[in-house]
């Protein structure tokens, strides 16, 4: 559940019509995840669809009416208006890996290249970045992260209002290990294309 938890911190929101129904929703690309969300928490509601157009990707969306859910989701600090008052819920460290892994697989994203390309002998590095509207929340995770020795995070403003918290080699393989820990995974879900990169880096080192 820590994970799901996560993934709301990213990619989920909170709505109220006209007529006071309050719905939680989570909306992407990968219908898979999404299948194995509503799983976890039980739901029965119908994941509805939107076509894409040219390049773009069908949408899948998850809307569950629930006021108390609702109500749950705002005191563990997700409001209406969560892009930019975000807050790191109160996750007991046992499930923090779930939920940095549940964030990452919805703000975060890894890359592999080449840094000092000027010089004779490029070097081949990771980078791996958690993104948020929300410099307070970036902030948590990065002091959490640093408490279990995951360190040299550095947080930067990007364009528009978003911040990035962004981790080098060393800190992309301490994460690898955190999130994807075998033990964890047992009980848990993740977006395979993401794990995949990591692994590919590793393989790289090898």
């Known amino acids: 559940m820590a994970y799901v938890l996560g993934f709301f911190a990213a990619d989920g929101y909170i709505t109220v019509n006209k007529r006071g129904g309050q719905f939680w929703c989570i909306q ?8 194995q969300i509503k799983k976890t928490i039980e739901a ?9 157009s040219g390049n773009t990707s069908a949408l899948y969306r998850l809307q569950i009416g629930s006021i108390e859910m609702c109500d749950d989701l705002r005191k563990l600090g997700f409001d209406e208006r969560k892009t930019k008052s975000l807050v790191v819920p109160n996750v007991p460290q046992k499930f923090f890996p779930d939920f940095v892994r549940g964030y ?9 290249g080449y840094v000092h390309k000027d010089r004779v002998k490029k070097l081949r590095t990771i980078r791996t970045v958690f993104t948020s509207c929300s410099l307070s929340f970036l902030t948590t995770v990065k002091q959490r992260l640093e408490r ?10 990007g364009n528009g209002y978003h911040f990035r918290l962004t981790y080098s080699i060393y800190g ?8 994807y820990n075998t033990h964890i995974l047992k009980n848990s ?15 790289l080192r090898a």
């Open 28 to 35: 992407i690309t990968d219908e898979g995840l999404l299948r």
């Open 44 to 52: 029965e509601h119908k994941i509805s669809v939107r076509k894409g």
């Open 104 to 112: 990452f697989d919805g703000d975060g994203n890894v890359w592999i």
């Open 148 to 157: 279990i020795g995951i360190e040299k995070g550095v947080i930067r403003k």
């Open 172 to 179: 992309s393989l301490k994460l690898y290990d955190f999130m």
């Open 189 to 203: 879900f993740f977006l395979q294309r993401k794990k995949l990169i990591f692994e590919k880096y590793i393989s």
